[in-house]
């Protein structure tokens, strides 16, 4: 096993299946190598400094939202399989909350987030990139579901943001994004044969 630990970057619009991969790829190395995923979600910036109303305008869909600075500081740390401190963001604040999680030394890191392959320097860090490509209409429905029943938003609010920010920004900046993935997996979590690709040939890589 390598001194360094290998960055797998995954990235895909909202609701593409991100987080389920991740999920899948983590599950199959289980018990022989040391694996955490990393959501790229929290390192939403802190906005501490706001009143509420100025934190509800934010735009959660756009590169700016990000504090891609402390996110690159710490993987570049995790690389090295040094302990970070890593932020948890508090989305009923809108701001980052005052707890933290700490990450110890892992030989895979699985970082998941929308804009994984848009940023050069969270790319440069990456040792595989994956874009998961799932349908327009697949990705909305999931999202119209997730956010009504999980997150109690109405019906006319979920459509406005997806209208208003989340599919302009996607065509934008997430969809160019596919040209730097060395992998791409349609459909998502369903795709079992490409998750299986991508743990094998990530697998190669940190048996060596």
Do not use: W
Not at 25 to 42: L, R, S, W, Y
Not at 110 to 131: N, T
């Amino acid at each position: 096993m390598s001194n360094k630990a290998i960055i797998i970057g995954i990235a895909g619009g909202s609701a593409s299946g991100k987080t389920t991969i991740a999920r899948k790829v983590c599950e199959a190395f289980k018990g022989k190598h040391k694996v955490i995923i990393v959501k790229q979600d929290d390192y939403y910036k802190d906005q501490s400094d706001k009143p509420m109303s100025e934190r509800l305008k934010t735009n959660y869909d756009h590169p700016f939202a990000f504090d891609t600075d402390l996110l690159v500081e710490q993987l570049k740390r995790l690389k090295n399989k040094e302990r970070v401190e890593k932020p948890i963001y508090d989305y009923s604040a809108h701001t980052r909350s005052d707890k933290t999680e700490i990450i110890e030394g892992r030989d895979v890191i699985i970082l998941e987030g929308i804009f994984v392959l848009a940023e050069e320097e969270v790319r440069r860090q990456c040792d595989i990139l994956v874009y998961v490509d799932t349908d327009s209409d697949i990705r909305f429905i999931r999202r119209l579901r997730r956010d009504i029943e999980e997150r109690g938003r109405t019906l006319d609010n979920v459509c406005h943001q997806y209208l208003s920010t989340v599919r302009p920004m996607h065509e934008a900046f997430i969809e160019p994004s596919k040209k730097y993935a060395h992998v791409i997996i349609p459909n998502g979590g369903d795709n079992v044969v490409a998750i299986d690709l991508l743990v094998t040939k990530i697998r190669s890589i940190v048996d060596k």
